[in-house]
């Protein structure tokens, strides 16, 4: 059960950082070299960030209420708007993707995923409904994973790593 938890942290990272961008567009990923105070801001924004997300079903559109409590939320934790904390989570994620939670080793995302595609199939203790959905889930993470462009992206985000997962739980 443990390697279904990791496979979806694998495909949800994906997924989740898009929940920040404020058009829901599923368009690809633009990379970005971090900083320390974006990787700081980001820290402090998770709280408000992922309490509002619970809010919201099924990952729905936010209304206007929810937007702006959204937008509060990233300037109350330095953002200038959610466009650059979108841009920051995503960067974020796309290293988190490949952080080994155990060895806090780094693999590339497609990397990372296909070895979780390979735990998944030989995980004797999923049930056949659960392979199949983490299955599907990385398979299509796998589609959109790009190799990290900034490596000095890899190195703050290890630094940080307990904070950043510490609020993704």
């Known amino acids: 059960m443990r390697n279904f938890a990791c496979s979806m942290t694998f495909a949800a990272a994906f997924a989740l950082a898009s929940l920040a961008a404020p058009s829901f567009a599923q368009d690809a990923m633009k ?43 990233i300037k109350k934790a330095g953002f200038k708007d959610m466009d650059e904390y979108g841009a920051v989570a995503d960067n974020i994620q796309l290293v988190m993707a490949g952080i080994d939670p155990e060895t806090k080793n780094f693999s590339e995302p497609k990397a990372a995923i296909q070895k979780e595609i390979d735990e998944v199939k030989n995980d ?15 398979n299509e993470a796998l589609k959109s994973a790009e190799p990290v462009k900034f490596k000095s992206n890899v190195d703050l985000v290890k630094k940080y790593y307990d904070q950043i997962d510490k609020g993704m739980q």
């Open 31 to 73: 990379q970005i070299q971090l900083n320390e105070k974006q990787v700081q801001s980001y820290i402090a924004a998770q709280k408000d960030m992922a309490a509002l997300s619970e809010k919201m079903q099924g990952g729905a559109k936010p209304d206007a209420q929810m937007q702006s409590q959204m937008e509060a939320a």
């Open 124 to 138: 004797k203790s999923m049930s056949a409904e659960e392979k199949k959905q983490a299955l599907a889930e990385l």
